[in-house]
């Protein structure tokens, strides 16, 4: 067949050939696949009524498109398949154990614990904590790390247990959406003086449709009105049957708040993963798991908890995890305690990362630094390649001028950052669940943990979307640079909130009366107790002005450590002023907030009301 021309210019054609792209490729990337410019590609776009730029991510409907024009199968693959391939080029594989079965040794069961609100799930995972606890000595302190260490004291001897301490299913479904399976079998809490209800039925499900064994916690049972065999008859219809009704489903009757029924609930968790599942892991090879928390700490840096799922992770180990990579510095048990390694099954909170990996995503170690650095920016790469492709609005004047008539352009596209890997998962999580009927659509496109970038500010810009900051501020200068690319940036401290809100724009109700408006920052350079004032905090103040008795917030690191104060107290050397502005130092007072530290920001604003589109 004659190739096709195009201006005098010559194109390539295949002959049905497959070209494999990444996702978010570009045309520049295309044009290396199969020999030809970049500009011809281009112009062959243009004939088809697409503007692109040469360096451009492309979707892959655009892609199959200009292969189907030039006559290639073009194969988009899968970031999942990527990653298999990235790995395989270091001749790694995430997932499967290595060695002979003879390798292999018995490892812990990995307990969730799910169920409906206020049915005890938090109380539950205390009690374990309380009295079966294995790394706290008498009197240590224990800290939430996402995951613990029970231990059951059975005949056959003293076992342990690990166990998930984010209590939900969401947590559980979120991790499961990013294909990480961590739970070996769920504890089902349901409260006995109020039976089975909806999200007991959801935790169910979720448990269920993972194929994990569920243990039924029946709760409660000290409470005047508990009715355990309720429960048991209830969940039968969820084919859930406890064994004296016949069935081979362990119910235990537990008080979590009396600390009664833990040992016994710890016991039926392991016959039951005794019975259902053969739990073994090589320990002897690269550690491999998942990050279930993550988040960036003030001295710290970032800090993640990772359970090991095969092999043991020492100090020194070089990880890579999602984008993140580093070496690891130092590990600390459930205890605070350090550990120099963590066999299969061990959650440990693992420091020297280089950023905050995502809850979900998996870890492995490897040989050298520079494969964990490789890995890592490859898949940095790849993230911001798909947002790109993502973001990119596809639309030829034709179709935008329809959609216009038509009132079409229905989608509210959402960037989150939140200060921790958790709630911003929970925040997607929930948002996605608001349901606002077919014709209007709601898309994550970026998310990520740590203050509001400028980097997210570009996006949102290029993709027309709203930066949703749970529990972070903007850096530096970004909030200016927010307001002049004219990206919308929403703060919120309680995730209920957000949502309501995002579901009121949805509805096109959103009707805020009053909107926040900022009047300066001041950066902390001293902080001063005085016996008269309390704490004083020596601040110089960065941008606008700050005006005593206007409403302030405490910034540290960019994320909001307290809101909801107020500039008590405004003095200039000794005299007292009522406003002080950009590039002069001053003395701040926030009232009885006494926790201020050297580079936080105060940041202050007023409340007015907001002025609607006439
Ligand atoms: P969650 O929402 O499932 O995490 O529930 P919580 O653990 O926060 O418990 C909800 C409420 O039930 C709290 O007020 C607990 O003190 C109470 N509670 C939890 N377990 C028990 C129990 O065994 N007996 C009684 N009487 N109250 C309990």
Do not use: W
Not at 49 to 58: K, L, R, W
Not at 548 to 559: E, F, H, S, V, Y
Not at 603 to 613: A, H
Request: some cysteine; glycine content about 10%; overall charge negative.
């Amino acid at each position: 067949m004659e190739a096709p021309t195009l201006g005098g210019v010559r194109l390539p054609r295949g002959s049905g050939e497959t070209v494999r792209l990444p996702r978010g490729a570009s045309l520049t990337d295309f044009a290396e696949k199969i020999d030809a410019s970049p500009a011809d590609l281009v112009k062959v776009l243009i004939g088809l009524g697409e503007m692109v730029t040469a360096t451009q991510s492309i979707d892959d409907d655009t892609l199959m498109l200009l292969g189907t024009e030039l006559n290639f199968d073009v194969q988009v693959v899968s970031p999942e398949d990527e990653d298999r391939e990235l790995l395989e080029s270091f001749d790694l594989e995430f997932g499967e154990d290595e060695g002979e079965v003879g390798d292999l040794e018995a490892r812990s069961p990995v307990v969730t614990v799910m169920g409906h609100v206020d049915h005890g799930k938090t109380k539950l995972l205390d009690a374990i904590r309380k009295t079966n606890v294995v790394s706290a000595e008498a009197g240590g302190i224990t800290q939430h790390i996402g995951a613990y260490q029970a231990v059951a004291h059975t005949p056959d001897g003293d076992r342990t247990l690990t166990i998930i301490d984010t209590p939900g299913h969401e947590a559980f479904t979120a991790m499961r959406a990013r294909g990480a399976e961590v739970t070996d079998i769920a504890i089902l809490v349901v409260a006995a003086d109020d039976g089975v209800k909806p999200q007991t039925i959801e935790a169910l499900n979720h448990a269920q449709a993972a194929q994990v064994p569920i243990v039924v916690a029946v709760n409660k049972v000290d409470k005047e009105g508990a009715d355990p065999t309720k429960v048991r008859s209830q969940l039968t219809e969820y084919g859930l049957v406890a064994e004296d009704f016949g069935g081979d489903t362990m119910f235990v009757d537990v008080s979590a708040l009396q600390g009664m029924g833990m040992e016994p609930l710890l016991e039926a968790v392991l016959l039951t993963a005794d019975a259902a599942l053969e739990l073994q892991a090589n320990p002897h090879q690269n550690a491999q798991g998942v990050a279930i928390e993550a988040h960036l700490d003030r001295g710290r840096g970032p800090v993640a908890t990772v359970l090991v799922q095969r092999g043991t992770l020492r100090q020194g180990d070089s990880i890579v995890t999602g984008d993140a990579f580093g070496r690891v510095r130092a590990m600390l048990d459930d205890a605070g305690n350090s550990v120099e390694e963590a066999g299969p099954s061990t959650p440990v909170q693992v420091l020297g990362l280089t950023s905050v990996p995502g809850a979900g995503d998996s870890f492995l170690v490897v040989e050298e630094d520079r494969t964990a650095r490789h890995i890592a920016q490859t898949r940095q790469a790849r993230e911001r390649n798909a947002q790109l492709a993502k973001s990119r609005v596809k639309r030829s004047l034709e179709d935008f001028l329809e959609s216009l008539e038509k009132g079409e352009v229905q989608e509210l596209t959402l960037i989150i950052k939140g200060d921790v890997s958790g709630s911003v998962e929970a925040l997607e999580d929930a948002l996605m669940k608001i349901d606002v009927g077919e014709d209007v659509n709601l898309r994550v496109i970026h998310r990520g943990v740590g203050a509001i970038t400028k980097n997210d500010v570009t996006l949102a810009s290029a993709s027309q979307a709203i930066i949703l900051g749970f529990n972070v501020r903007p850096e530096g200068k970004v909030a200016e640079f927010a307001s002049t690319e004219g990206v919308d940036v929403r703060y919120y401290s309680v995730i209920y909130q957000a949502i309501d809100e995002i579901e009121a724009a949805l509805k096109g109700m959103l009707k805020p009366e009053f909107e926040e408006a900022q009047l300066g920052t001041a950066e902390v350079r001293e902080v001063f107790k005085s016996s008269k004032f309390g704490t004083i905090a020596g601040c110089l103040v960065q941008s606008g002005e700050v005006k005593r008795n206007a409403k302030a917030r405490l910034i540290r690191d960019g994320a909001v450590v307290a809101d909801n104060l107020s500039i008590a107290g405004l003095r200039r050397f000794k005299d007292d002023v009522t406003e002080v502005r950009e590039g002069f130092e001053c003395g701040i007072n926030l009232g009885s907030y006494q926790d201020v530290k050297v580079d936080d920001v105060i940041e202050t604003f007023e409340m007015r009301e907001k002025k609607r589109p006439a």
